[in-house]
């Protein structure tokens, strides 16, 4: 792997991370798992950073796995393939669990892993050219690994038809069901993120955090009494925290809160 598979880049609170394998369409190895594992901790981390584009060079968004760390796994014995597995599974989640708000930038096509990738971000806009396909199940595979995240995009009945076909579908189709926000074609692409960048830059950094762990929690649970406590918990802290309280006395005050930026 040559040092620019992977750029990162911090301009304006908004951090770039930016796939730049376009000869292989974007394809991810086992290197580059470690260095988005690496770079999401980082800038998840960084007092700095308030919002994460996830973007990629050239036709494809993420083809899925290399061909050649394909051939690799090929020989892998069981206890080599669970090790390997649980490196992409921790990069996933990292991505998913990352403290600050997340996009995926979508200008070409998403197969395989690369749904995992793009399902993983919070929001995602696709450019109407671009096709997906989940096609683990012609090479004799399952998507097992990013399913957690690519059910919860598009929902299980949906995860049905296309874990099983391995069709491949349009950007249209897509949005239809949930997998991804917005639809525009490639002129609009950097506005509509750079629209979602500044919505993202006027919120609460601890409120991001806090609301992307209130879904991560609150989804598909039963409302029980467990999860109402948990609610009135989480709303009474977030309350009481400096950002709540600071919101709130802007907000009355008819002022912008310290950590608005731009307009």
């Not at 995240?149 to 897509?174: C, K, N, S, W």
Request: hydrophobic fraction near 45%; proline fraction near 3%.
């Amino acid at each position: 792997m040559t040092a620019s598979a992977i750029r990162t880049s911090i301009q304006n609170h908004v951090a770039t991370v930016v796939l730049s394998r376009p000869e292989m369409r974007n394809a991810f190895n086992d290197e580059v798992i470690t260095d988005l594992t690496e770079a999401f901790v980082r800038l998840g981390d960084d007092p700095q950073v308030r919002a994460i584009v996830l973007m990629a060079e050239g036709t494809a968004f993420c083809a899925g796995a290399d061909l050649n760390w394909m051939r690799r796994m090929a020989d892998y014995s069981r206890e080599e393939n669970e090790r390997d597995a649980e490196k992409l599974a921790f990069m996933l989640r990292t991505i998913y669990e990352c403290p600050k708000p997340t996009i995926a930038r979508i200008q070409g096509d998403v197969y395989a892993g690369g749904m995992g990738l793009a399902a993983a971000c919070d929001l995602a806009v696709s450019v109407d050219t671009a096709h997906f396909c989940l096609s683990e199940v012609k090479l004799g595979l399952t998507p097992a690994t990013i399913s957690p995240y690519v059910i919860r995009a598009m929902g299980p009945r949906a995860a049905h038809r296309y874990f099983l076909t391995a069709e491949r579908f349009d950007a249209a189709q897509a949005l239809r069901i949930g997998f991804v926000h917005e639809v525009v074609s490639a002129d609009k692409l950097d506005a509509t993120v750079a629209m979602w960048v500044q919505a993202l830059l006027s919120g609460s950094p601890n409120a991001h955090k806090e609301c992307k762990k209130l879904v991560q929690y609150v989804a598909d649970r039963d409302i029980t009494r467990l999860l109402i406590d948990h609610t009135v918990k989480a709303i009474a802290d977030i309350r009481s925290s400096d950002e709540g309280k600071e919101g709130v006395q802007s907000f009355l005050q008819k002022r912008k809160p310290v950590w608005s930026v731009g307009s």
